[in-house]
């Protein structure tokens, strides 16, 4: 955190990275994906890796993080995309992919690279694209290549 620089301040630099991400006309548009899209993650980050993102965000964004209750299912990619956009009114599975893409690219940038690919060696294949990376491969198919 810069010297200075308050909670408050880092919550409302997240969100307004998320809206020129998403080109949301509102911050208060964009606090709302924001929310919306890092709970529906909470509950799908879990362990050492759960701990690390809430404490990497400013503060409100780690307590929407940890409030979570952890899945007892990990979604695909796409059911994730589409439980989102149960959750935004008026959505459709192409807008709640934008919504999703702009706060989890928004999301690896604030965090790094090193606790992005943590997070993503956590979740099902498919999730790399949400946060603005190419898909990884897998170790067995990188073996099975050569």
Do not use: C, N
Not at 77 to 99: H, K, L, Q, Y
Not at 111 to 117: A, R, V
């Amino acid at each position: 955190m810069k010297p200075g620089t308050t909670d408050s301040t880092r919550w409302q630099e997240l969100t307004e990275s998320v809206r020129e991400a998403g080109q949301y006309t509102t911050r208060a548009e964009a606090e709302r994906v924001t929310r919306i899209v890092l709970s529906a993650l909470g509950g799908h980050v879990t362990g050492d890796e759960r701990v690390a993102l809430a404490q990497a965000l400013p503060r409100e964004a780690g307590r929407v993080i940890a409030s979570q209750i952890p899945a007892t299912h990990p979604l695909t990619a796409r059911e994730f995309v589409e439980s989102i956009a149960t959750r935004i009114e008026g959505a459709t599975p192409a807008t709640a992919r934008w919504d999703v893409s702009s706060v989890l690219s928004t999301l690896a940038e604030t965090i790094g690279p090193s606790l992005t690919t943590s997070i993503l060696a956590q979740l099902p294949p498919g999730y790399a694209l949400l946060f603005g990376r190419a898909e990884l491969a897998t170790t067995a198919s990188s073996s099975a290549a050569l």
